[in-house]
């Protein structure tokens, strides 16, 4: 239900290094306006190998909405270290604002098995991931704790209004990001 070439999730480019090339597919096709740095403690430290005319914002928890609410911020490419926790949870919820069905909100949160982070962990290692890790499934238990009987999505919603969200920015985002 996301719109495609509008958001792009990944690792860090600092901690796996970018090439030239990636550098000129990111700015040159994919067009990348804005990134944002979801690691707390990277702060004030550089944050893209993008250069020139990349917006960066170094968002460790909550303002990285605001960002996803303003139209001129896409294409947005948004990481943490190696694209797998902090980066997989931002991808939910923008899934579940786009009222996404918990099978696809599930099955995207396995691509964060696809992060450099994970790449190779057996089930009961750091860094395995899946939809029925201990990890997301204690997080999908207390998302659930905000609506007890609701989808990912509408369980989602309702944590991020908690969290002092509005709904205004809610239905902007929803707007952009849907397809």
């Keep these: ?15 796996y290094p ?14 990348i306006k804005t990134v944002i740095d979801l690691r707390k403690d990277y702060l004030g430290k550089p944050a ?8 960066v914002f170094q968002l460790p928890y909550r303002p990285y909405l605001e ?22 949870m931002i ?10 069905d918990d099978d696809s909100i599930h ?7 696809l992060s450099t982070y994970a790449e190779g962990a057996a089930e009961g290692a750091d860094g395995f991931r899946s939809r029925n890790s201990a990890y997301y499934l204690d997080f999908l238990n207390k998302l659930r704790s905000y609506l007890p009987n609701g989808s990912i999505s509408e369980c989602a919603r309702a944590f991020i209004l908690c969290c002092g969200v509005s709904e205004a920015t809610l239905q902007k985002i929803e707007k ?3 397809a």
């Design 176 to 178: 952009i990001i849907k």
């Design 107 to 113: 099955t995207d949160y396995e691509m964060t098995a």
């Design 91 to 100: 991808a939910l919820f923008l899934r579940a604002i786009a009222g996404e």
């Design 48 to 55: 893209t190998a993008l250069g020139d005319g990349v917006r």
């Design 18 to 31: 970018i090439t030239a090339d990636g550098i000129q597919t990111a700015k040159e096709e994919l067009k």
């Design 1 to 15: 239900k996301i719109k495609q070439g509008i958001i792009f999730r990944g690792s860090a480019y600092d901690y």
């Design 67 to 88: 960002v996803f609410a303003s139209e001129e911020n896409y294409p947005i490419y948004f990481h943490c270290r190696g694209g797998a926790d902090r980066t997989g």
